[in-house]
């Protein structure tokens, strides 16, 4: 993970199951997904926070993070979460457009992120990213990335490239 998440701004039950001293069973059904009482943006910020550990809870909460389910990330998605979060969760969901497009106008969203959902996207998402001119006008790096994922379209990379040109950006990822 890129960008770091402030453990202190959880409410309490999350930051009790985060405690690495905290009951077991506990960390083991929120590795699950499974959180009473949380609300869905704090429910994945855990699971995040306990994928970023090693042994059997941290491998449960990594193959958790792929396949969290639908309402629960419809919920979080339109919640408030860390820019961390958003950030653990692209590579997980650069394949799948419909979440992509959630994370890339969640207002958290870090570039950091956008640059991951653009070199690892396939090309429904690649075209996702490039469709925001005005963000990669600010952020060249994504245009960088976007170039080199070889699922972006060729007319697409062709687009943003003519559109650096013309706003005579420095790309210095990209030779020639």
Excluded: W
């Amino acid at each position: 993970m890129n960008v770091p998440i402030d453990i202190t701004q959880l409410p309490v039950p999350a930051q009790r199951i985060l405690d690495p001293n905290g009951p077991e069973p506990l960390r083991k059904m929120a590795a699950r997904g499974v959180v009473p009482g949380l609300k869905p943006a704090d429910t994945i910020t855990v699971v995040v926070l306990l994928a970023e550990g090693t042994g059997e809870i941290a491998d449960t909460a990594r193959t958790t993070l792929g396949k969290l389910p639908t309402p629960l990330l419809n919920g979080a998605l339109t919640g408030d979460l860390p820019a961390g979060v958003l950030d653990a969760m692209a590579p997980h969901f650069a394949s799948n457009p419909e979440i992509a497009q959630k994370l890339l106008t969640h207002p958290a969203i870090a570039i950091a992120t956008v640059e991951t959902l653009a070199a690892l996207g396939n090309e429904a998402v690649t075209e996702i990213v490039a469709t925001n001119e005005e963000r990669l006008l600010k952020y060249p790096s994504i245009i960088e990335k976007l170039y080199l994922n070889k699922a972006t379209r060729m007319s697409t990379a062709d687009r943003i490239l003519e559109l650096a040109v013309r706003n005579k950006l420095d790309l210095q990822g990209i030779p020639a």
